[in-house]
């Protein structure tokens, strides 16, 4: 199976520490992966913004699986937030899009017993060129002097959303302070969904820290 090159699938290898292989933000994927979802399908004209909720466009064709599924919720449903959209279903985005990388061979998923009781799913990049890919060109186009509209706009979204979404292993917050302004322009066409994103997962972090 050839790796899916849908903005999920690179958001999911852009959550890997690129140095060790190891997979980050666990808590808070599940956002970063459905707010990808969404800028995709708004990227290649399957979704609009109407007064700050998706609209979906005419039937789409072919689709990458996760990109579909998703459309079809947004077109079936009745008007909903970015922010509920991202919000919901984000557990079963982010297991389709594992399951699509280590189909393709792109990750190894390992059964293993925490304390020898536990089940849980060790998740390891077969190999780190990939994920390092990414990361150069997300650093690239934050960091870089290229005018912000002439980066890839799939790249441009993930600097957005990683910034948004506070994904610290892309983008430090010294990094998300000193080019903020950048980030902004990079994250235009999608910013009903970075905005959105940005109020999820610091309401999960202020729930998370309110219960612990």
Known sequence: MKAPETLPAQMFL??????????TARGELGYLLRAATLADLVLN???GDERGKPIAGGYPGQLDPVLMDVWELVSQSGPK???????????????????QLAEAHVVKLERKRALGLI??????????????RIHERVGRAVRGSEPAYRVEPDVAALAALASAGQLRVALSGRDRRRYGDRIGKLGERIEPIARALHRAISSQ???????G
């Not at 852009?14 to 997979?23: E, M, R, T, V």
């Not at 937030?81 to 982010?94: A, D």
């Not at 089940?119 to 390092?132: G, M, V």
């Open 45 to 47: 004209g399957h979704l």
């Open 81 to 99: 937030s970015w922010r509920r959209w991202i919000c919901k279903g984000r557990r079963q985005t982010y297991l389709a899009v594992r399951n």
């Open 205 to 211: 972090r202020a729930a998370a820290a309110a219960g």
């Open 14 to 23: 852009l959550a890997f520490d690129p140095q060790c292989g190891k997979l």
């Open 119 to 132: 089940p849980y799913t060790r998740i390891a990049l077969r190999e780190t060129a990939s994920a390092r």
